[in-house]
């Protein structure tokens, strides 16, 4: 598996299980993060062959993988036992809602909590997160890796009590800065089948496993929410679809949030009040 990222200073970088390089270093031609996922799908060069000596991910500090984050699309109740759980009946289509590109952050800025006054029940929820590669619209599931470029680790926030409130205050609930964690990489298998098979997700707060599921947990499978949205919006490169939840652990001030996924890596940060 092959890995595009951004270290915190926003240097491109290109890895593998043995370390990451400079993007630049292992083709000259692809200058940014997005010029690599336009070419993911059809493969990209190894860090073996690059320039640069890898230097390992443990050495590396790493920001958020775009370059400019695009449409942050977010799936409601798509595991079956976290719809159970809340007590929701089973939504026959996608829930969906969108979050603003000023939500995101990466590993190497932490989840700022509003102040009390404003919300005091903020959640955590791991989630598995699909990168468009490529512009596209009414994708086939068929055509799912043609347009895919990798998948990333999320870390996706919602207030509660806002949300409790009315269910219409969704998109605040959900859009306070940063209430959207993704990296530190995004992954590029070689087999996306295989990959799916292996996926597992779990929601962590200070290092207590609070739910986890696998892809057979989901009602709607990957290519299903590609299809289903696509015929209703253009998906450009570096727009993310999160996938869902396996379930949300609440998130105070001095707490460590981890999205476990298997088998990316786990992607973990600090949580402050303001």
């Keep these: 598996m ?3 990222a951004r270290a915190a ?3 491109p970088l290109l890895g593998d299980d043995d370390g990451f390089v400079p993007l630049n270093a292992a083709d000259p031609a692809l200058e940014t993060v997005e010029d690599a996922l336009a070419q993911a799908p059809d493969g990209l060069p190894s860090p073996a062959d690059a320039t640069a000596e890898r230097v390992a991910a443990a050495d590396l500090a790493f920001g958020f993988p775009l ?3 695009g449409k942050l699309w977010g799936i409601g109740l798509n595991y079956a036992d976290h719809a159970e759980d809340l007590d929701e009946v089973r939504p026959e289509e996608p829930a969906s809602f969108i979050k603003p590109p000023s939500v995101a952050a990466g590993p ?4 700022r909590l509003p102040p009390a006054d404003v919300t005091d029940r903020v959640t955590a929820e791991a989630e598995l997160g699909v990168v468009l ?3 596209c619209s009414n994708v086939p599931e068929d055509d799912f890796e043609s347009v895919v ?4 680790p999320i870390i996706d926030m919602t207030s509660e009590d806002i949300l409790e409130r009315n269910p ?3 998109t605040r609930a959900k859009s306070f800065d940063t209430f959207l964690v993704a990296g530190p990489y995004i992954a590029v298998p070689e087999n996306v089948e295989e990959f799916f098979d292996q996926v597992a997700v779990r929601t962590v707060v200070n290092d207590e496993v609070v739910s986890e599921n696998t ?3 989901m009602l709607f499978k990957p290519p299903e929410l590609l299809n289903y949205l696509s015929q209703s919006t253009t998906f450009q490169p570096g727009d993310i679809i999160s996938t869902g939840t396996p379930g949300a652990g609440v998130i105070e001030d001095g707490d460590t949030a981890r999205a476990e996924v298997e088998p990316i890596t786990d992607l973990e940060t600090d949580v402050v009040r303001q």
């Design 67 to 69: 370059d400019q984050p």
């Design 133 to 135: 590669g490529r512009t």
């Design 108 to 111: 190497d800025t932490p989840i």
């Design 215 to 217: 892809l057979d947990g």
């Design 2 to 4: 092959k890995y595009i």
């Design 9 to 11: 200073d926003g240097t």
């Design 168 to 170: 219409r205050f969704l």
């Design 149 to 152: 470029a990798g998948f990333v």
